[in-house]
């Protein structure tokens, strides 16, 4: 899993590429964690380049967003194949993530909060 992080003004962006598995994912979390513990609290992150998503994926993703939430922060999603967002949909998660179709998307639907 390939990790790239970026920022848009106040907003922290994370692209991930390869497969977010149960070997994989604590590296996910990591990052997720750094930029919150760094004081991010609006974080996008492009699936463009995800081919396989596991339930430990899942998880790190309930996880973040739990996270946030406690801090009035939130995590959007973006470019999600739709393979990997039909495991997110099976797994009931598509209410409580916001889905976008591009990274620039997802960044700006954090200027009305």
């Known amino acids: 899993m390939e990790i790239e992080g970026k920022s848009a003004g106040n907003v922290g962006i994370l692209s991930l590429n390869g497969r977010l598995d149960a070997y994989l994912s604590n590296g996910v979390e990591s990052s997720i964690n750094a930029l919150i513990d760094k004081g991010s609290v609006r974080i996008v992150v492009n699936f463009d380049g995800v081919e396989y998503i596991?339930?430990?994926?899942?998880?790190?993703?309930?996880?973040?967003?739990?996270?946030?939430?406690?801090?009035?922060?939130?995590?959007?999603?973006?470019?999600?194949?739709?393979?990997?967002?039909e495991v997110f949909d099976i797994a009931g998660f598509t209410q409580l993530f916001e889905f976008y179709e591009r990274e620039e998307e997802a960044v700006n639907s954090f200027k009305g909060e």
């Open 54 to 85: 596991s339930s430990s994926g899942l998880r790190v993703m309930l996880a973040s967003l739990k996270r946030l939430k406690k801090v009035q922060g939130n995590i959007k999603l973006a470019c999600l194949k739709p393979y990997v967002k």
